[in-house]
């Protein structure tokens, strides 16, 4: 079995606050850890109702302090918003208090809507357009230090100094990141969970035409997917009709808090909706876990991923624990932990 992993969103629901999501955040992450998980990366996202958590660094820290061996990280740090220097202290920072165990996950999107990445970057700096590569560039030479000769960051320098970034990773849900990432020799990782593109092109072109640059020895692969689990098929179909309505309202502009089931059940749904959540429904794996792996090992097999990440949207947070100790257990994770 490959390594197993988890993304977090800080989900808010209908009923949760967003600082009690921020608290389930950190609990889930030491459930996560005792079961043996690979990784725990949380994302950054701003104006959005549902999602807790506009800063993964912050919560990168108080979560690997109350974790032991899980990898903590960014899925990810979305690099437009944030000047490099600022980003390279940062996880320099948290590679110096949690040597070994810090990722740095990077995105290309705002992580948000135009008004807000615009009220992110305005007085940041006057870059114009799409400037990610540039911005990347950048962040690599605050490692390297290779700025050409006078360049007045030769007279800079990123603390800590005796500590290297963490290793670096590109996401993206498109044959554009996958092919940025394998041309710049980083780790990719590949959000299968709302991405339009297929997820197997995707990372099989990524691994055809990797480049070893320094950053890594080898290409390696993450395919993120959205999971719902449960005791049975039938528990698990009502547990994702939240993630059902949830995405129903996001594509049409509606930004709410995740709703439970039962709000979802109640919703008055037309033909067409019903149509979109049935189309919706091949980006999320539902079901027993049996159902579940019969689902994944397919895709897992074809898309050549060295590494599973799940994201589980689940209203009640003890169900969503739940949904993370079943894959745990089909993946073998739970006996490894204990041994």
Same mark, same amino acid.
């Given at each position: ?84 220097? @600022?980003? =390279? *202290?940062?996880?320099?920072?948290? !590679?110096? &208090? ?7 996950? +990077?995105? %290309? ?118 999971? @719902?689990? =449960? *005791?049975?098929?039938?528990?698990? !179909?009502? &547990? ?7 995405? +129903?309202? %996001? ?89």
């Amino acid at each position: 079995m490959i390594p197993l992993s988890v993304l977090d969103l800080s989900v808010v629901t209908s009923g949760t606050k967003p600082a009690t999501a921020l608290r389930n955040s950190i609990d889930l992450a030491r459930h996560a850890d005792a079961l043996g998980f690979t990784r725990y990366w949380l994302a950054e996202h701003h104006n959005l109702a549902s999602v807790a958590s506009p800063a993964p660094d912050l919560m990168i820290g108080q979560i690997a302090a109350v974790t032991k061996n899980i990898r903590v990280g960014s899925g990810g740090v979305m690099l437009p918003n944030h000047a490099p220097l @600022v980003i =390279a *202290e940062r996880f320099k920072m948290l !590679e110096a &208090l949690f040597p070994g165990r810090i990722d740095l996950g +990077l995105g %290309r999107a705002p992580g948000t809507d135009g008004p807000t990445a615009y009220a992110l970057r305005s007085r940041l700096d006057r870059r114009e357009g799409d400037d990610f590569l540039e911005r990347l560039h950048e962040l690599t030479l605050w490692e390297t230090r290779n700025f050409p000769p006078n360049h007045p960051f030769n007279q800079v320098v990123a603390m800590p100094d005796d500590t290297s970034l963490p290793p670096m990773w590109l996401l993206g849900s498109s044959d554009y990141s996958s092919e940025l990432a394998a041309q710049v020799g980083m780790g990719y990782a590949f959000a299968h969970h709302f991405a339009s593109y297929d997820a197997i092109a995707a990372m099989t072109n990524y691994r055809a035409h990797f480049k070893q640059t320094g950053w890594r020895e080898t290409p390696y692969a993450i395919l993120a997917v959205a999971v @719902v689990a =449960a *005791e049975t098929d039938a528990e698990a !179909e009502r &547990l994702a009709a939240s993630m059902d309505l949830n995405r +129903l309202l %996001r594509d049409r502009g509606q930004y709410i808090p995740l709703p439970s089931p039962e709000e979802a059940q109640a919703y008055a749904y037309t033909d067409a909706d019903r149509a979109a959540i049935a189309r919706n429904r091949s980006r999320i794996f539902v079901g027993s876990p049996a159902t579940v792996m019969q689902k994944l090992e397919p895709m897992i097999a074809a898309s050549q991923a060295d590494e599973l990440m799940v994201v589980s949207a689940i209203y009640d947070h003890e169900a969503r624990k739940k949904s993370y100790s079943l894959i745990a257990d089909a993946y073998g994770l739970t006996s490894k932990a204990a041994a």
